[in-house]
């Protein structure tokens, strides 16, 4: 089973001096003892919980990408595609989309608020769900929030003609 989610608009900021923290914060939250603890995935035996992961997330795949600092693998690893869109006072700034277009929610908000402390400010993700739910995850001070949408309405104000304002006539374009 599972719920579907799409990203409607995200981005996110890394100020590059906090890159190495955000791979130690990466590889704290892949210790196999936070998995146990915070993970939703897993195999059962007999009703017991046998061993333990993130929903959706290849372990290995994620620790690998974290241990040659490959930012965009960690997020593609945890289903978010990344791409540099520009850099100001040393800030990066990354436009967010997922991986496979619609895709189940897992264990996001584990990760997110994991790597809170080295996101910047202004970092954020608008989510709509199978249900056309919608809200949106962000980055303030170190810490990360949800927070729901109270009203998503589009109101379209009064329409106004657009002319071409040809200044070449027929006769002179033959």
Known sequence: MGYYISVMNGQ????????????????????AKNIEENGNGGSYAD????DSWYSWIHTDRVREAAKNYDLIGVFAEWGYK????STMND??????????GDTKIGDEEVF????APAIAD??????????????????????????DAEDVRIIYGTAH??????????????
């Open 161 to 174: 003609e657009i002319k071409f304002n040809n200044v070449v006539t027929e006769t002179e374009n033959v």
């Open 91 to 100: 800030i990066d700034f990354y436009s967010v989309e997922l991986e496979q």
């Open 112 to 115: 997110f608020s994991a790597i």
């Open 82 to 85: 990344i791409t540099h869109t």
């Open 47 to 50: 009703g017991v919980k046998k």
């Open 12 to 31: 996110i900021c890394i100020n590059r001096s906090n890159l190495p923290r955000f791979f130690s914060l990466v590889n704290i939250l892949m210790d």
């Open 122 to 147: 202004g970092s954020l993700i608008d989510i709509q769900g199978e249900d056309n739910t919608r809200w949106r995850w962000y980055w303030e001070d170190g810490r990360f929030f949800s927070q």
